[in-house]
């Protein structure tokens, strides 16, 4: 990590002093610096928004652009997705220098004229995306355990050949990652699988559905990521490992923003 992705950090830290407004997701000299800012903006009627703009700082930053991740509960996936691309047209500006603070003070004042635009284009689209479902999806899941991990890990590899997923099932410690890639139709059909089928035993060892499943992120697959050929079951021995896992397929940021909390 830079001294100047270290400097840049701690004045962050310095202007978003609230609780919960300025957290360090992930440090390293050789995968570089990951965190979260999150900021209240007003929106088009005046409403507060609140807005969670995850950043990774690669190691080549600041001549490289950093990944960002933009969240809201009061703004819709592509609402968030345009926000997103238009930070990254605006990090292009300010290559070679600190730049984060540029551009959440640029999303702070520009915030409403991404919003309209992007309901703008929502509304000229409607007719042709109406009923279609095209691109490729990707799927995130958390597992909390599987007792039957055998019978279990055969049964993934079963839907996910069924339904022509690619990806991974992958195994860190006590964390267990579902990845998947596919048509948005059968990540839906997994998704159905994955909560309405026994495919694990409880304690007593009856066979039982699997009732602690999360979905960490359910998104359409951009450009910069890369897709995967074949669905595979991987043990990472060190949380490095399973980051490059992450890094190579293109999902530095999935990786910074959901891996990170479940070790806590």
């Not at 839907?159 to 099932?169: D, P, Q, V």
């Amino acid at each position: 990590m830079s001294e100047l992705a270290r400097e840049e950090l701690s004045a962050l830290a310095a202007i978003y002093c609230e609780p919960g407004a300025c957290e360090l997701l992930a440090a390293s000299e050789t995968h570089g610096i990951s965190f979260r800012i999150q900021i209240s903006v007003k929106e088009l009627l005046d409403k507060d928004i609140l807005l969670k703009l995850l950043f990774h700082l690669p190691v080549s930053y600041p001549s490289t652009p950093p990944d960002i991740s933009v969240s809201s509960d009061q703004l819709t996936r592509a609402q968030c997705m345009d926000v997103k691309e238009q930070l990254l047209e605006q990090a292009k500006q300010h290559l070679s220098e600190p730049m984060v603070h540029d551009l959440i003070l640029w999303v702070q004042q520009h915030l409403k004229g991404v919003i309209k635009q992007s309901a703008t284009v929502c509304n000229e689209k409607t007719t042709l995306s109406e009923g279609t479902e095209d691109g490729i999806w990707m799927l995130l899941l958390h597992l909390d355990h599987m007792r039957a991990k055998a019978k279990y890990v055969k049964t993934v590899e079963k839907w996910a050949s069924n339904l022509r997923l690619t990806g991974r099932l992958m195994f860190m410690g006590k964390i267990i990652l579902i990845l998947l890639q596919g048509d948005r139709s059968s990540i839906k059909e997994y998704l159905i699988l994955q909560k309405s089928s026994k495919v694990d035993v409880d304690s007593s060892g009856k066979k039982c559905k699997e009732k602690m499943m999360r979905v960490l992120c359910e998104t359409e697959v951009q450009s910069q990521h890369k897709r995967f050929q074949t669905f595979e079951v991987k043990e990472y021995s060190a949380l490095e490992e399973l980051q490059k896992e992450f890094e190579t397929a293109g999902l530095t940021t999935l990786f910074s923003e959901f891996v990170p909390p479940l070790l806590k």
